[in-house]
């Protein structure tokens, strides 16, 4: 991209508040490197990596690089055989501890991910998962280098040993000179201090004492009456001492080199570490620019198309820029825009040739989502008045030199931008220059923007396929700008309306409007009447919105309602049913209860009154449970029944139960008649049943009776009735034997039809429960079975429905 561009156009102020944003000086140097590519590839990497670490920020917050610093010189040097000094070792350190840093913040990211269940690819994972913390290197430099001018004495055995001795050694010295210092020679010394000198400890003797204190004398005061002096004493111990700082500093450079040789060893994820951190640093100050002025990812594409929604200027007050629709590249190639100074054409101009830049670089555009941008090999720009004393350049002069140095590199990948296009010259001249260039450039296939106050071009883009007006709108009321820009519509210079309105004279004006000819005046009138409809269109198309608008609302409003009222009707079906599933176990085991009743009965004296008690019991038993339950008055049947049509083992309906059973006795003189319904057998009125067609079974025989008397097929269903019940127990029974014991019961509840049943089977390994799945797969009279619900047992138990 040429330079002339970026600087036209301020990419440069963008890439330097991309700068800003990056927290090490590698990821400053490649922010400052940034350029537009061509490639499309490339750019939708970047456009990607920006958008995934935006992403990031939203969810986690800022991330910091701080600690990142180039030590790949470092690592040139360990690579020969040096030695790091403790400055670079700590960079190391630092490295390392700034990757674990950023790792650590990546990997609780990921978390909070799947905790929220967003699982998404993300084209920075893996270059996170790449990252080498190398947490035990970065511990021991840690250990053993406690600041840029301190080892720790822990850092080597060796190095405690020497430290220790040099620590009873100073303390010694301190002993004997605190015996000068506050003994008899105390009247000799100047003052009552320890001092070094040369890295010797002294005493201050005055100088008309020198004798009474033997030693070696290391200094003086400038007025020479002190002397500082190392006491015969303890000269022995000072050399003791400083051959021991001596082995400290080789102690110490064996720490050094231990260290060094430990980061030798790691030379190539640490240089790694160094490239994925500088990366990922670059990419999150894309991300922190975008999120600065709400930036989004745009489309590209390589058709020349250019489709920019609510673009806002990224180096204007956010607060007051107005955000422009610009469109290029689909129904016309070659925009001209028109309309009064100061209006927002050069805004308009530069925000396409910057959001091109900017998108091509790998950064968000601050515009709507979706907005759409091409790719271009090159982009030119002739924005500004560039006139020159020096080099005796005037403004059009400039214009022209200008042009003349892209008009043969530019091709259909490129987009050209003019401001105010023939300017600075005779404006009949201008104007045809203008026209010329434009129509070239159109012929060629280039992609174009220019702005005009020329009407020439006005008719031109009027009058010439593949070519569109834009006119920066103008409140003439106001004397103020909109900074809108809209397509399709050329714009008026309003040079008459605005000096009216400033106080020019009107007779001044009017004179000036003599001077400019009929054709200009009445295309000026076109254009205002244009405005003025476009104005009046707006306003309807707004008012129509608003109704739509409106309409949604209450669309909306109405839909929340239906919702409301949906899951208010499913919330009281489901407690009713709820209710009725509780009361309907409560008969179930009442039920039960009364049939144990009646087996022992059966087998005591004056069994049969208190048999009838317990089915009076029953029956208000029942009776509760229907108003429990709001049971409506039970259907009429839907043909009157008489004792006529009734046999013995007839299949019956009882309307009121809403049960199934067959008839157990024939109506009495008063129509009532028992009617056995599983495990139930009751007394009904025969107005209360509805016949039902007769079920063959495979299992059972017909039923065969006349005039009173059962066959032995009856009998059997009989006694069965009175024994079986409605469940059965398997748990603790191998496969094999629950199977035997299960098939008898099946057969035994299907004569007494008896259904639904219960098998009780238990959740274990599920083998039972699989067995007795496969088994009742293969079973003909059993029409279905499921696991059961809650307050049925769950999955420990499966209810069977037969045929």
């Known amino acids: 991209m040429n330079e002339k561009a970026l600087k036209v156009l301020e990419y440069h102020k963008i890439i330097q508040k991309l700068t800003d944003f990056a927290g090490s000086q590698p990821g400053k140097a490649l922010c400052r490197g940034l350029v537009p590519s061509s490639d499309i590839s490339e750019i939708r990497r970047m456009q990607r990596e920006t958008s995934d670490a935006t992403a990031r920020l939203y969810r986690k917050g800022t991330i910091s690089f701080s600690g990142l610093s180039d030590i790949r010189g470092s690592l040139k040097r360990l690579e020969v055989g040096s030695s790091l000094n403790i400055e670079e070792l700590l960079r190391v350190c630092s490295l390392l501890e700034t990757t674990n840093r950023v790792k650590s913040w990546a990997r609780s990211d990921n978390s909070q991910i799947v905790n929220n269940e967003e699982q998404t690819e993300d084209s920075l994972e893996q270059m996170f998962t790449d990252l080498q913390p190398l947490t035990p290197l970065a511990s021991e430099i840690r250990r053993c280098i406690l600041s840029e001018e301190e080892i720790s004495d822990d850092a080597s055995p060796g190095l405690r040993q020497v430290r220790r001795s040099m620590r009873l050694t100073n303390d010694k010295i301190r002993t004997q000179l605190a015996s000068y210092v506050n003994g008899s020679t105390r009247n000799y010394l100047q003052d009552a201090v320890i001092t070094q000198r040369n890295g010797r400890f002294c005493i201050p003797v005055k100088a008309e004492y020198r004798g009474q204190v033997p030693g070696m004398i290391h200094d003086q005061s400038s007025t020479g009456s002190t002397l500082f002096v190392e006491p015969m004493s303890i000269v022995k111990l000072n050399n003791d001492l400083r051959e021991l700082e001596i082995k400290e500093e080789k102690e110490i450079e064996i720490v050094l080199s231990t260290l060094s040789g430990l980061v030798a060893e790691q030379t190539e994820p640490l240089n790694y570490n160094v490239l994925l951190l500088t990366e990922l640093d670059f990419i999150f100050a894309r991300a922190q620019l975008s999120r600065s002025y709400n930036g989004t990812e745009p489309d590209f594409n390589t058709d020349g198309r250019i489709n920019i929604k609510k673009g806002r200027h990224p180096l204007l007050d956010p607060k007051k820029v107005v955000p422009v629709d610009i469109r290029l590249g689909d129904d016309f190639s070659l925009l001209v825009i028109s309309g009064?100074?100061?209006?927002?054409?050069?805004?308009?101009?530069?925000?396409?040739?910057?959001?091109?830049?900017?998108?091509?670089?790998?950064?968000?555009?601050?515009?709507?989502?979706?907005?759409?941008?091409?790719?271009?090999?090159?982009?030119?720009?002739?924005?500004?008045?560039?006139?020159?004393?020096?080099?005796?350049?005037?403004?059009?002069?400039?214009?022209?030199?200008?042009?003349?140095?892209?008009?043969?590199?530019?091709?259909?990948?490129?987009?050209?931008?003019?401001?105010?296009?023939?300017?600075?010259?005779?404006?009949?001249?201008?104007?045809?220059?203008?026209?010329?260039?434009?129509?070239?450039?159109?012929?060629?296939?280039?992609?174009?923007?220019?702005?005009?106050?020329?009407?020439?071009?006005?008719?031109?883009?009027?009058?010439?396929?593949?070519?569109?007006?834009?006119?920066?709108?103008?409140?003439?009321?106001?004397?103020?700008?909109?900074?809108?820009?809209?397509?399709?519509?050329?714009?008026?210079?309003?040079?008459?309306?605005?000096?009216?309105?400033?106080?020019?004279?009107?007779?001044?004006?009017?004179?000036?409007?003599?001077?400019?000819?009929?054709?200009?005046?009445?295309?000026?009138?076109?254009?205002?009447?244009?405005?003025?409809?476009?104005?009046?269109?707006?306003?309807?198309?707004?008012?129509?919105?608003?109704?739509?608008?409106?309409?949604?609302?209450?669309?909306?409003?109405?839909?929340?309602?239906?919702?409301?009222?949906?899951?208010?009707?499913?919330?009281?079906?489901?407690?009713?049913?709820?209710?009725?599933?509780?009361?309907?176990?409560?008969?179930?085991?009442?039920?039960?209860?009364?049939?144990?009743?009646?087996?022992?009965?059966?087998?005591?004296?004056?069994?049969?009154?208190?048999?009838?008690?317990?089915?009076?019991?029953?029956?208000?038993?029942?009776?509760g449970l229907e108003k429990n339950i709001g049971v409506k008055a039970a259907k009429k049947p839907k043909k009157e029944l008489t004792a006529k049509d009734l046999r013995i083992g007839d299949r019956v309906k009882v309307l009121s139960m809403n049960l199934t059973g067959t008839v157990s006795t024939l109506p009495d003189a008063r129509g009532n008649l028992f009617v056995q319904m599983g495990i139930l057998r009751s007394q009904v009125k025969l107005s209360d049943l509805e016949k039902l067609p007769d079920e063959p079974s495979p299992y059972s025989a017909r039923t065969n009776l006349s005039s009173g008397t059962r066959s032995g097929s009856s009998k059997v269903k009989m006694a069965k009735s009175y024994s079986i019940s409605a469940e059965i127990n398997l748990l603790g029974r191998t496969t094999d034997e629950a199977i035997a014991e299960l098939d008898k019961y099946l057969d035994d509840a299907y004569i007494a039809h008896l259904s639904p049943v219960r098998i009780v089977h238990g959740k274990g390994s599920g083998a039972l429960r699989k067995a007795v799945h496969q088994y009742l797969r293969r079973q003909k009279h059993v029409a279905s079975y499921r696991l059961g619900e809650f307050g049925e047992g769950d999955a420990g138990v499966t209810i069977v429905e037969f045929k």
């Open 340 to 623: 009064p100074n100061t209006g927002g054409k050069t805004v308009s101009l530069k925000t396409v040739g910057l959001f091109t830049l900017l998108g091509q670089a790998g950064l968000h555009i601050p515009a709507f989502d979706h907005s759409e941008l091409s790719v271009f090999t090159e982009v030119y720009a002739d924005i500004g008045d560039e006139q020159s004393i020096e080099q005796s350049l005037s403004t059009f002069s400039s214009h022209m030199t200008n042009i003349v140095s892209f008009w043969e590199q530019a091709d259909e990948h490129s987009l050209v931008l003019f401001d105010e296009l023939g300017a600075g010259t005779d404006p009949t001249e201008g104007a045809a220059l203008a026209i010329a260039i434009l129509s070239n450039l159109h012929r060629r296939g280039i992609r174009t923007i220019a702005t005009t106050h020329y009407s020439e071009l006005k008719v031109f883009a009027l009058s010439t396929p593949g070519v569109q007006n834009g006119s920066c709108e103008f409140n003439v009321e106001t004397l103020r700008p909109t900074y809108r820009l809209l397509i399709g519509v050329p714009g008026k210079s309003n040079a008459f309306a605005i000096s009216q309105k400033l106080g020019l004279p009107d007779y001044v004006i009017e004179e000036a409007r003599g001077h400019i000819s009929q054709e200009d005046e009445s295309f000026e009138d076109v254009i205002s009447d244009l405005e003025e409809s476009r104005a009046t269109i707006e306003k309807e198309q707004e008012e129509i919105n608003r109704y739509k608008q409106e309409i949604e609302t209450l669309k909306q409003r109405l839909e929340r309602k239906e919702d409301r009222l949906e899951a208010s009707r499913e919330a009281i079906l489901q407690k009713a049913r709820e209710e009725a599933q509780t009361i309907l176990r409560e008969a179930k085991e009442f039920a039960d209860e009364s049939i144990r009743k009646y087996n022992k009965l059966g087998k005591e004296s004056d069994a049969s009154r208190q048999m009838e008690q317990e089915r009076a019991k029953l029956r208000e038993k029942m009776s």
